[in-house]
């Protein structure tokens, strides 16, 4: 299967497809530095551990490793990585101006465990207007056996998607975002170190971790666009000094786009969200 290859020139990459690969951002000292330090961080059990995890069950290995999210907001390592100066210039020419910093999450992912749906990210951060843009990390070797992400180039410039069900055999969140027939879920290879960048309007994904004994880490940025106004509710924003950033709580749009047939091809009609949500969401 065809994979995303590194970009060569990753502003042009981000800006004409909505996503780009950097090779070797950080060094692979860096990245093992960052799967010891989490490692023992999550011999800890924190407040809100599995609260966004559905139907975990006792011997779900994601019980064991359920992901982290916000360390920032305790640990210093995480502030850092978070306000990172590759990562700050990457982001201001992608995007044109200095972005707020919003979040960081932690995936650890052992063997067995299930993937994360396709969905975007501006269903959850609604960052008003421009966009959310995440910066993936990973810290080991990953690909398709272990679960990597998955892109789905052409999505870049969609608006927020109605969501159905999601295989949650598959998936540890329970909804997903349907494609068009002319859309597919490109998969990702990453080395330690490597930094994938995307826009808050592209799908992607990642499948369960299908490898007998491999975990599949990696550590994960979000972003708001310098021009942003709003911000989806319980998130926070601070800028690259780490001063917190008022921006306006954002309870999100009552419109999602959903997929009609017009003469043979898929296009989007925006329809009212609630209204969808109780036809196709409902048990
Ligand atoms: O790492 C994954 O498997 C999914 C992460 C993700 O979708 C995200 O950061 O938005």
Same mark, same amino acid.
């Given at each position: 299967?065809?994979?995303?290859?590194?970009?060569?020139?990753?502003?042009?990459?981000?800006?004409?497809?909505?996503?780009? !690969?950097?090779? /070797? !951002?950080?060094?692979? &000292?860096?990245? $093992?530095?960052?799967?010891?330090?989490?490692?023992?961080?999550?011999?800890? +059990?924190?407040?809100? #551990? *599995?609260?966004?995890?559905?139907?975990?069950?006792?011997?779900?290995? *994601?019980?064991?490793?359920?992901?982290?999210?916000?360390?920032?907001?305790?640990?210093?390592?995480?502030?850092?990585?978070?306000? &990172?100066?590759?990562?700050?210039?990457?982001?201001?020419?992608?995007?044109?101006?200095?972005?707020?910093?919003?979040?960081?999450?932690?995936?650890?992912?052992?063997?067995?465990?299930?993937?994360?749906? *396709?969905?975007?990210?501006?269903?959850?951060?609604? %960052?008003?207007? /421009?966009?959310?843009?995440?910066? @993936? !990390?990973?810290?080991?070797?990953? &690909?398709?056996?272990?679960?990597?992400?998955?892109?789905?180039?052409?999505?870049?410039? *969609?608006?927020?998607?109605?969501?159905?069900?999601?295989?949650?055999?598959?998936?540890?969140? #329970?909804?997903? %975002? +349907?494609?068009?027939?002319?859309?597919?879920?490109?998969?990702?290879?990453?080395?330690?170190?490597?930094? !994938?960048?995307?826009?808050?309007?592209?799908? =992607?994904?990642?499948? +369960?971790?299908?490898?007998?004994?491999?975990?599949?880490?990696?550590?994960?940025? =979000?972003?708001?666009?310098?021009?942003?106004?709003?911000?989806?509710?319980?998130? $926070?924003?601070?800028?690259?000094? /780490?001063?917190? %950033?008022?921006?306006?709580?954002?309870?999100?749009?009552?419109?999602?786009?959903? @997929?009609?047939?017009?003469?043979?091809?898929?296009?989007?009609?925006?329809?009212?969200?609630?209204?969808?949500? $109780?036809?196709?969401?409902?048990?």
């Amino acid at each position: 299967m065809a994979t995303i290859v590194a970009s060569a020139d990753p502003i042009t990459s981000y800006q004409t497809e909505g996503y780009c !690969l950097v090779k /070797g !951002l950080f060094s692979k &000292d860096e990245a $093992k530095f960052f799967l010891e330090h989490y490692m023992e961080l999550r011999k800890q +059990p924190r407040g809100g #551990d *599995l609260a966004y995890e559905t139907a975990a069950t006792s011997n779900d290995p *994601l019980t064991q490793y359920p992901r982290m999210i916000n360390m920032h907001e305790w640990d210093e390592v995480s502030m850092k990585f978070l306000l &990172d100066q590759r990562l700050k210039k990457i982001l201001m020419d992608m995007a044109g101006s200095e972005p707020y910093a919003v979040q960081t999450m932690i995936y650890y992912k052992p063997a067995g465990a299930r993937g994360q749906a *396709l969905h975007q990210d501006q269903f959850y951060l609604k %960052v008003e207007p /421009g966009t959310c843009i995440a910066a @993936w !990390l990973a810290l080991e070797p990953i &690909d398709e056996e272990n679960g990597c992400m998955s892109v789905v180039p052409g999505s870049q410039n *969609l608006p927020i998607l109605c969501t159905i069900k999601s295989d949650t055999t598959q998936s540890f969140t #329970d909804v997903t %975002v +349907p494609l068009s027939s002319e859309m597919r879920a490109v998969p990702v290879v990453m080395e330690p170190g490597d930094v !994938l960048f995307f826009n808050g309007s592209m799908i =992607h994904g990642s499948g +369960p971790n299908v490898s007998k004994d491999r975990f599949r880490r990696s550590l994960i940025a =979000h972003y708001a666009t310098g021009d942003a106004q709003k911000l989806g509710t319980f998130y $926070k924003a601070i800028d690259f000094e /780490g001063n917190r %950033v008022g921006l306006e709580a954002n309870p999100g749009g009552s419109k999602c786009g959903q @997929w009609v047939d017009q003469a043979g091809n898929p296009i989007l009609e925006l329809v009212d969200k609630q209204e969808h949500d $109780k036809r196709d969401l409902r048990d």
